[in-house]
């Protein structure tokens, strides 16, 4: 019987140390930092629904709408300058990065949201602007912590993965907006306040799961990441119906926001189902021990002369000395290649003049008599088809490049003529054509913003990705302070003020400066219709450039990376 005992008791003490074993695995695993990734970029969504309650910044601070597109395009620059996330991101831990982020989200939005809610003396111009850039610019570093670190685990599927983050990215405010009308109703205040303590709590629950793991790739690891993308799809299509049927339904009860919203929570964590079932397909996997015969030796890399030779030089030496595409550039290399600039100008003409329309979102439907319901949703469906738009770009564009060579930056061109219709809708309306506009440049901007990011990587390496996509970013501020500050918000407020002037009226000091009627905007957005036109035919060179190097497999070394890593 002692015999007997102490080997029931030997047997428990071995499951439970397997299932420790396999606890840790699950941890220390890709596809649970997959996910913790895709949760962290479901909580960003703070820029994407500044058109919610910049209406409420604008009222309660007494602002005229040139004072708050400069506030929305110092959201636009804090949520673009990620050099410094990249940078720190090269000499730091992954998880440092996120912690900063999530400090940085908080600190902001919630000085914004003592601002506004009074209880803190009106700010200046200038500390609102910095407090918003600060709030904004947590972005970078949660794209620097999840994005990069996932692209470098899966390299070899970039496009379906960068559609599967960047989509959650995208849907984010969607997201947040489905939370905030369960637990808040309609107060905007209070939706600036979710803005500050949600990101938080997501990135303190995930923040340590996510970081580099070199494994080869699995076999069915295309399968497994598009299984994360109908969950995601699943979830946007959801969030979709609520938005369209919380419009239609006049007293949508608070019980059904709750419902809604809980839901929203369950798929949003549904993954760690998936997340489980790999993980103990591997465990079991891992388990079978492997043939003698299939062992090799590892036989150390030795450096080359030549890459010897590169160290001893200095980095501005070999500026002009460009690998071939698709190698690991310096950073100085990426920076001052045409390939690079001809990105910021398209980037620049296609993001900033999207993020005008965002950023006016609230304006837009007050000048032309929309009840405050129907902006929320104009920014849900903004949202939601961004997300749409950036998993087809992903899957897409993945498709289309390995089948038929079918090079990505002509796909650009394609969004920024999509993005230029969508401004003609605006400036000059129809009924029901703000709907179809906030649609086309949902699904443009997020589709141009997955391609931006996708074609960095594949022609500039991914050595110094987290820096160089970063930089790139820094096109989008310039673009959207040209559009959004200097041409939008001024024309808003001359076309506000010359209807004063018609009904002989004069604005007062503190007094909000509003414009109604479909001339509010009707300039400015052909301008901003003309600049991405002038982006899309800029875009073209690049596909002119790069038409080579799409032709060939530009996947082929990391398939000789894997190999060399099973051997």
Not at 257 to 274: E, N, Q, R
Not at 279 to 300: A, V, Y
Not at 347 to 367: K, P
Not at 504 to 517: A, K, P
Request: aromatic content about 12%; charged content about 15%.
């Amino acid at each position: 019987m002692n015999i007997e005992g102490r080997l029931a008791e030997d047997s428990r003490a071995a499951a439970k140390g397997s299932r420790l074993e396999f606890a840790l695995q699950v941890l220390r695993g890709r596809w649970l930092a997959l996910f913790a990734s895709l949760t962290i970029l479901a909580g960003v969504g703070g820029g994407y629904i500044f058109g919610i309650y910049s209406k409420e910044i604008k009222a309660s601070l007494g602002y005229d709408q040139t004072t708050l597109n400069l506030i929305g395009f110092f959201k636009d620059l804090g949520g673009s300058v990620g050099l410094f996330s990249g940078l720190i991101a090269e000499v730091t831990p992954v998880w440092f990065v996120l912690l900063i982020g999530w400090s940085l989200n908080f600190v902001g939005y919630f000085v914004i949201w003592l601002a506004v809610s009074g209880k803190i003396a009106k700010p200046k111009v200038w500390q609102m602007c910095t407090y918003m850039c600060i709030a904004a610019n947590s972005l970078n570093f949660a794209n620097t912590g999840a994005l990069v670190t996932c692209v470098k685990n899966f390299p070899e599927n970039r496009g379906v993965l960068l559609g599967l983050l960047k989509g959650f990215a995208g849907l984010s405010g969607a997201i947040m907006t489905q939370i905030y009308l369960a637990l808040y109703g309609n107060d905007p205040q209070s939706l600036i306040l979710l803005i500050a303590w949600f990101p938080a709590a997501l990135s303190l629950v995930f923040v340590y799961t996510v970081r580099t793991i070199k494994t080869g790739t699995q076999p069915n690891e295309v399968r497994v990441l598009y299984q994360f993308l109908y969950v995601s799809i699943a979830l946007a299509c959801f969030i979709m119906v609520m938005t369209i049927t919380q419009k239609l339904v006049p007293n949508f009860p608070p019980i059904a926001y709750d419902a809604s919203a809980t839901l929203v929570c369950g798929l949003l964590f549904f993954p760690l189902f998936i997340v489980y079932r790999e993980e103990l397909h591997l465990w079991n996997q891992n388990r079978i021990p492997s043939s003698p015969k299939n062992e090799k030796i590892e036989i150390p890399a030795q450096s080359t002369p030549r890459s010897e030779e590169m160290e001893r030089k200095s980095c501005f030496s070999n500026i002009l000395d460009k690998p071939p595409r698709g190698e690991d550039y310096t950073i100085l290399q990426a920076i001052f290649s045409v390939d690079m600039l001809i990105l910021l100008i398209s980037t620049a003409c296609g993001l900033g003049s999207g993020l005008t329309l965002i950023d006016n979102l609230g304006q837009i439907g007050e000048s032309l008599g929309y009840p405050t319901q129907t902006i929320n949703t104009f920014v849900s469906l903004v949202n939601v088809w961004s997300y749409f738009g950036r998993i087809s770009a992903g899957l897409l564009s993945e498709k289309l490049l390995i089948k038929f060579k079918f090079p990505r930056p002509l796909m650009i061109t394609i969004c920024l003529f999509l993005i230029c219709v969508g401004h003609l809708l605006v400036a000059f309306p129809v009924p029901g054509s703000v709907y179809l506009a906030s649609v086309i440049i949902g699904f443009s901007f997020g589709a141009q913003y997955l391609l931006f990011n996708a074609i960095i990587s594949e022609l500039f390496g991914l050595k110094y990705f987290a820096t160089l996509f970063n930089f790139g970013g820094l096109a989008i501020p310039v673009g959207s302070y040209l559009l959004n500050v200097r041409i939008t918000g001024v024309m808003y407020d001359h076309e506000a003020m010359k209807d004063l002037a018609r009904k002989n009226m004069h604005r007062s000091s503190g007094e909000e400066l509003t414009c109604i009627g479909a001339h509010c905007y009707r300039k400015s957005f052909s301008i901003l219709a003309a600049a991405a036109c002038f982006g899309a035919f800029s875009s073209l060179v690049l596909v002119f450039r790069t038409r080579e190097y799409y032709k060939g497999d530009i996947y082929k070394k990391f398939g000789k990376e894997t190999e060399a890593q099973e051997e």
